[in-house]
């Protein structure tokens, strides 16, 4: 029996496998569920239409965290029939199906916000992104009622008008960027009261009026952007604690005055603090050597400070900038012991010291400008292994050069040269704050917001230098801005400059330079600009392309210069010379031209005589003539 009824069970379970294979879509095709919620769906499409999509066809581009980033249209995705949670840019609490994050960054969105936008009904959310768009108008007040924001970055956008006081209920945040608008007004003094927030950033606004020293007493504060703005009066610290979480601080072009405080040498975690372009006065503090201070970057830059260098400053420090200011005195030797040290900026004081040869000996510094100030002396023997910028232009130095100066110097000699290309950060600083300079290149003044690591400069010009131009210069193999220009360097341009297929820009003008422009200089294809002009140069200049680009200014007062690459405009400037035995062999060839041009005139003057005799002598003839060429 029991074998019978196995037997049973074999169609039967045919059957039902069977059935379901058939049935399989069928089966499991159940009703799609939806996660988003209906009324979150319909508050996002209101939303939508509350903006203008742009058209993908205007321009603009966005920069994300230090990249360019071409923008997208992600709201294309929002369609009524899909969960709202599958769209671009949103993302939904898993349980409740609530949306928590909108984050609509670069995304063509155009317009003005409405007084009770319909964002206001997304209740849950905590993080909100519309940073790089084309957004306009006053910050909605009712983004007041997004309480449980944690993140709010409406950066880059063209939001004008206050900052709406309602922004004080959203007492969870934790990150606020306003950055790049055009937000006028004052900052609010209830920002004190976002005591959860550890990242502001309101820079590159139109902000006034004073810092609310509240602000720094939020203690879990750790980021503070107020750059750009025409903030004024003192810097005020109010009741913060030496336990501060305080890391970056930057101030820079505002108007703030009065004494840098002391108590910035409390701050234990201050890793950056950029206070340049303000008119802050007095002394440096000199609590800088404080063992405690955790300092990398020092930014002091264009204000109006005095006295003498601290010699003792935080030993920690990656940068210090000190440059445009009234500093005195000279450059302490303590700072031998800045072994950590990338860029010294001195630039524009009244520094009076003799060269600093002393600096080679640190082994991470990178750049190193000392222009404008009054440092003397010659320039002794130095290497500097990492050293890809170095300005010491308009100082009193004089003297030669050694004959082996450049052979050291390692980052700027492509076969020696550091390999900053395996590196993640181009640029000369840290993930966060990026040094920046002002550069004479291709004749011009330039401001180098981010300095590359790549970029290789070298600028000696404005002193009172001497001797020939070293042929270890053509060492340099992988610098690309060169000037030496307005010293007193005689002898001839070396060859060896030939061997510098990086350079861009080269300035010798104004020297005792003589003999010809080397022609290996014309094979080098990244040379755009060079001026030579001012010197005593002669012989055939370059033929090669970049040469005959270039203006007449670059070649004027060398009268011996020649060659096509110099255009007929130049003509008068560059004349070809000859030499006293070119002018020896040409005599004899000008006195047989002379006579043959002499009995050449002579015989038809003869004829011509003898016809004009006769016509005088027989003026019927001369009437005749006359009638026949009137007729």
């Not at 509350?50 to 071409?70: R, T």
């Not at 997304?122 to 909605?140: C, E, K, R």
């Not at 020696?416 to 966060?432: Q, R």
């Not at 002499?598 to 027989?618: D, E, Q, R, W």
Request: aromatic content about 8%.
């Amino acid at each position: 029996m029991k074998d019978y009824w196995n037997l049973m069970n074999i169609p039967i379970t045919l059957s039902f496998l069977f059935f379901f294979v058939y049935n399989f879509e069928e089966v499991f095709a159940a009703p799609t569920m939806h996660l988003c919620r209906p009324e979150q769906r319909d508050a996002l499409l209101n939303f939508k239409n509350e903006l203008e999509v742009l058209n993908s066809s205007f321009v603009y581009k966005c920069l994300i965290n230090g990249s360019i980033v071409k923008p997208h249209r992600k709201t294309d995705s929002w369609v009524n029939n899909n969960d709202c949670c599958n769209w671009k840019g949103i993302t939904c609490n898993a349980k409740s199906g609530e949306v928590i994050a909108l984050k609509l960054s670069c995304s063509y969105l155009h317009g003005r916000f409405n007084s009770y936008s319909s964002l206001q009904n997304l209740h849950s959310l905590t993080t909100l992104d519309l940073s790089s768009n084309v957004l306009s108008g006053p910050i909605m007040p009712s983004i007041g009622n997004l309480s449980h924001l944690t993140s709010l970055d409406l950066s880059s956008n063209r939001f004008s008008g206050q900052i709406p006081s309602s922004i004080v209920n959203l007492s969870h945040l934790t990150s606020l960027d306003l950055s790049v608008n055009n937000l006028v007004g004052q900052l609010p003094s209830s920002f004190g009261n976002l005591n959860q927030l550890t990242a502001l950033d309101v820079s590159s606004n139109a902000f006034t009026g004073t810092i609310p020293f509240s602000l720094f007493e939020i203690p879990s504060l750790q980021h503070v952007r107020l750059e750009n703005n025409q903030l004024n009066g003192t810097l005020n610290f109010g009741n913060i604690s030496s336990s501060s979480k305080l890391q970056e601080l930057y101030l820079k072009n505002n108007n703030l005055l009065g004494n840098i405080p002391s108590f910035i040498c409390d701050l234990r975690y201050l890793i950056t603090l950029d206070l340049s372009s303000n008119n802050f006065s007095g002394l440096i503090p000199r609590c800088m050597g404080n063992p405690k201070c955790t300092l990398l970057d020092l930014n002091l830059r264009q204000n109006h400070l005095h006295g003498d260098l601290p010699k003792n400053v935080c030993k920690s420090l990656r940068s210090l900038d000190v440059s445009h200011n009234q500093l005195t005195g000279k450059l302490p030797r303590s700072w031998i012991h800045l072994s950590n040290l990338q860029v010294l900026k001195v630039e524009s004081n009244k520094i009076s010291d003799t060269f600093p040869f002393w600096l080679s000996s640190l082994p991470e510094l990178r750049v190193l400008v000392l222009c404008s100030n009054a440092f003397h002396g010659p320039i002794h023997q130095a290497s500097f292994p990492k050293l890809q910028i170095i300005d010491i232009a308009h100082n009193h130095f004089n003297g030669t050069l050694p004959s082996d100066y450049f052979v050291k110097w390692n980052a700027m000699s492509s076969s020696l040269g550091t390999n900053d290309d395996e590196s993640i950060e181009k640029y000369v600083g840290d993930l966060f704050y990026h040094d920046s300079m002002v550069l004479r290149n291709k004749g011009v003044e330039m401001d180098i917001v981010r300095i590359h690591k790549i970029l290789r400069a070298l600028d000696f010009s404005g002193n009172k230098l001497e001797g020939e131009i070293l042929r270890s210069i053509g060492l340099l193999k992988e610098i690309q801005v060169l000037s030496l220009s307005n010293n007193v360097f005689n002898g001839h341009i070396p060859s060896s400059m030939g061997n510098l297929t990086s350079l861009e820009s080269l300035d010798v003008s104004q020297n005792q330079l003589s003999g010809e422009i080397p022609q290996e200089l014309g094979s080098l294809s990244y040379l755009a600009y060079m001026n030579f002009s001012h010197n005593q140069l002669s012989g055939l200049v370059p033929g090669g392309t970049q040469f005959r680009r270039q203006n007449c200014t670059s070649f004027e007062d060398n009268k011996g210069l020649f060659g096509p690459s110099l255009d007929e405009n130049c003509i008068d400037i560059h004349t070809m010379p000859t030499s006293p035995k070119q002018h020896e062999t040409l005599e004899p060839e000008v006195e047989v031209l002379s006579w043959t041009a002499a009995v050449i005139g002579a015989v038809p003057g003869i004829f011509f005589g003898f016809t004009i005799g006769y016509i005088l002598k027989n003026p019927f003839g001369r009437n005749k003539s006359r009638r026949t060429t009137t007729h």
